[in-house]
């Protein structure tokens, strides 16, 4: 059969997260993954990497430390890892799914675009891998084994769900921190809006000269029935599926008529 499932026993599952490698939630991502497959590859950054968005590091050479057989830290970003891991380290046979996380906080409406942990498996998608971003809503690790039942209810369905063409997605799931987390529903949502983040904390430093803080992320503004905000403040598991194609679709006609001289 053209379309036959993915064989569990050849699959190959790629983690990494922006928390870095020594992270409790990409430790228990790692345990969920070998339960389900044989082959798991942790590829995860030295150092803690939030907010580090979809940044490759271009302007210095990047180091490889291989710490245990397919356990490696990168001295860079999120999707750093993951290209060294499917570029390089795994380059003989590409990851079958990529998985991010579990990170310490949400990563909820706009904070996609500035989240290590949804670039790292973004990265993988755009190599046309299937790919999921797991958060904890809040940080702390409170309750993180729970959501990491939960990561494994999810990942054991996909693997199932997979077949050997599987056409490549994306999702990002957000977890809330309580201790029945496997038990709570999922739901499947939309990003929501966050109002624009808190204002930048102007300090002295020691030395006397201005320092700046950019402020915490700004509360919920569109956190209606259906969005990812939603769904986690009603205690429930939210999955949004995501694409990286930007285009305002919707505006094409009109910025043609405005803007373009071409007939
Ligand atoms: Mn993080």
């Known amino acids: 059969m053209f379309d036959r499932p993915i064989d569990l026993q050849k699959a190959r599952i790629l983690i990494s ?28 950054p030295e150092q803690e990497q939030s907010g580090a968005s979809h940044s490759l590091t271009l302007r210095r050479p990047l180091r490889i430390r291989q710490i245990s057989k397919r356990r490696f830290a990168v001295d860079g970003t999120p999707t750093d890892c993951a290209l ?43 190599f046309g891998i299937p790919a999921i ?21 999810i990942v054991e369905r996909v693997l199932a769900a997979m077949s050997e063409h599987t056409t490549p997605w994306l999702l990002n799931v957000n ?9 709570l529903p999922r739901v499947i949502t939309r990003l929501g809006r966050r109002h624009a983040s808190e204002p930048v ?44 194609d930007l285009t305002e679709h919707a505006a094409l006609p009109a910025w043609r008529r405005n803007l373009a001289t071409a007939s």
């Open 17 to 44: 997260n922006d928390d870095g490698i020594n992270a409790p939630g990409l430790r228990l991502l790692e345990k969920v993954a070998r339960s389900l497959c044989p082959e798991v590859w942790v590829v995860a």
């Open 84 to 126: 060294l891991a499917i570029k390089f380290i795994m380059k003989d046979q590409r990851p079958t799914l990529v998985l991010s996380g579990i990170n310490a906080g949400g990563n909820f409406g706009e904070d996609i675009t500035y989240s290590g942990t949804v670039a790292a498996a973004m990265e993988g998608y755009l």
């Open 133 to 153: 971003a797991f958060s904890q809503a809040d940080k702390g690790w409170a309750h993180v084994d729970a959501a990491a039942h939960t990561a494994r209810d």
């Open 175 to 183: 977890i809330p921190n309580r201790d029945d987390a496997a038990a």
């Open 201 to 244: 904390i102007r300090q002295t430093s020691p030395r006397g000269e201005a320092i700046y803080w950019i402020g915490p992320a700004g509360s919920a503004r569109e956190a209606g029935e259906g969005t990812d905000f939603f769904a986690v403040a009603q205690g429930q598991v939210s999955i949004t599926p995501l694409q990286v």
